[in-house]
């Protein structure tokens, strides 16, 4: 059986080293992509990540727009949103493309 992939997606290196140390303890293989459009140009390539672990606020491309165009690609991706202060709209509209948080 192979390890899940998941994909990591923030503009702060520190967390990208955080989560990889903890997800890869727990056996899973981990990406990352230090903004939106790299994470768009990852999930186009095979094989496609089991999840992705989506940052709401970067700069370029913000989480919504990402998880819009991640949708497009693989409206069966799950997506998991991260932002400690998600106003209720924007977390709606996360919901809305079917992310979780």
Do not use: F, N, W
Not at 46 to 56: A, F, G, I, K
Not at 81 to 100: F, H, K, T, V, Y
């Amino acid at each position: 059986m192979s390890r899940p992939i998941v994909l990591v997606v923030d503009d702060e290196p520190e967390i990208l080293r955080q989560a990889r140390s903890l997800l890869q303890e727990k056996a899973c293989c981990v990406e990352t992509a230090s903004g939106g459009h790299q994470a768009i140009e990852r999930v186009r390539r095979d094989p496609v990540p089991d999840l992705v672990l989506l940052d709401m606020v970067m700069p370029e491309i913000d989480g919504l727009k990402t998880l819009e165009r991640l949708r497009e690609l693989q409206p069966l991706l799950r997506v998991i949103i991260m932002c400690p202060d998600l106003d209720q709209s924007r977390a709606i509209e996360a919901m809305r493309l079917g992310a979780r948080y």
